[in-house]
């Protein structure tokens, strides 16, 4: 069992940056694939990025890819995504995500993912 908070968001120009973070508790955080997922107002929660339990499997959306960086510290049981050249269409509800078995390419479907924090507000003004 995890449980996953996230934090970073807030309202940003587009241009700027920001990084969000996830905090994890449960024993077995080193073992799982963390993830980043966002929903914008009307639209499907949509992939953003993944990193796996090594580190070493790290997967981007297309819309993200070259922008924004995930990475993991297990000691700490935390991740985080760094957003840069932030744009207003990046403007959504960013949700942190867990799974234990994820086959490759697996990462984009929502429903492979196990536990999912309660999200926090990105807005990216023009």
């Known amino acids: 069992q995890l449980q996953l908070v996230e934090s970073g968001g807030g309202l940003v120009q587009a241009g700027g940056s920001l990084r969000l973070s996830c905090a994890a508790s449960g024993r077995t955080f080193s073992t799982h694939t963390m993830g980043w997922f966002r929903q914008a107002p009307g639209k499907e929660r949509e992939f953003v990025a993944a990193?796996?339990?090594?580190?070493?499997?790290?997967s981007y959306g297309d819309s993200v890819r070259g922008r924004f960086t995930i990475s993991r510290d297990n000691a700490k049981k935390m991740v985080y995504l760094q957003m840069n050249s932030l744009k207003p269409d990046d403007t959504a509800v960013y949700y942190c995500g867990a799974a234990r078995f994820l086959a490759p390419g697996g990462e984009v479907s929502i429903g492979n993912w196990n536990y999912w924090g309660q999200g926090t507000q990105v807005t990216v003004s023009s």
């Open positions: 990193i796996r339990w090594s580190e070493s499997g790290i």
